[in-house]
């Protein structure tokens, strides 16, 4: 068989030829489309959960500048009066302000995207931001406001803790 016979054979095989190669063509095609379309959602849902950890750190800067300012006035008045036991005036007591958790509130349902070790540190944090709030003395008497202050008020319709 010469070249010449087999570029004759191969024209009867040109159909089969052409589909082969176009069905290769088009499945490297899809193959290709779908890692850099999976690559982009990598890149975004990295940027998301940078983000997510950026809010959530300056919401914990804030919250630990305010708790630090409240455990200074607290700390001021014990050294200047004693220990007092719930004999801190009302008056004082209301005066503390704990800083709702709203970024946190909002953006619970994306923490899954941060890392696990993020993620240990900022749920640790506003655990211990619950247990903070309920340690420093409040005016007794209040009802249902003074089980509010106690926690960290993340039930629908809380408002700042007063």
């Not at 570029?7 to 088009?26: H, R």
């Not at 959602?41 to 998301?48: C, S």
């Not at 200047?80 to 719930?86: A, L, M, T, V």
């Not at 009302?90 to 709203?102: G, K, L, Q, R, W």
């Amino acid at each position: 068989m010469t070249f010449i016979d087999f570029l004759q054979e191969l024209k009867g095989w040109q159909p089969l030829i052409g589909t082969v190669l176009g069905f290769g063509a088009l499945t490297w095609g899809a193959l290709y489309n779908y890692r850099l379309g999976r690559k982009r959602d990598d890149a975004i849902r990295e940027r998301e959960a940078l983000a997510v950890a950026l809010a959530l750190y300056s919401e914990i800067g804030l919250i630990i500048n305010e708790l630090a300012r409240l455990a200074n006035a607290v700390g001021g008045w014990y050294l200047r009066f004693g220990p007092s036991g719930d004999n801190v005036p009302a008056h004082f007591s209301d005066s503390f302000v704990f800083p709702e958790p709203t970024l946190f509130k909002a953006l619970a349902p994306k923490t899954g995207m941060l890392s696990p070790d993020v993620l240990l540190l900022v749920t640790r944090f506003y655990g211990y931001y619950g247990e903070t709030v309920g340690h420093f003395p409040h005016s007794r008497g209040q009802g249902a406001d003074d089980q509010l202050r106690r926690g960290m008020g993340l039930g629908p319709g809380d408002q700042r803790h007063r």
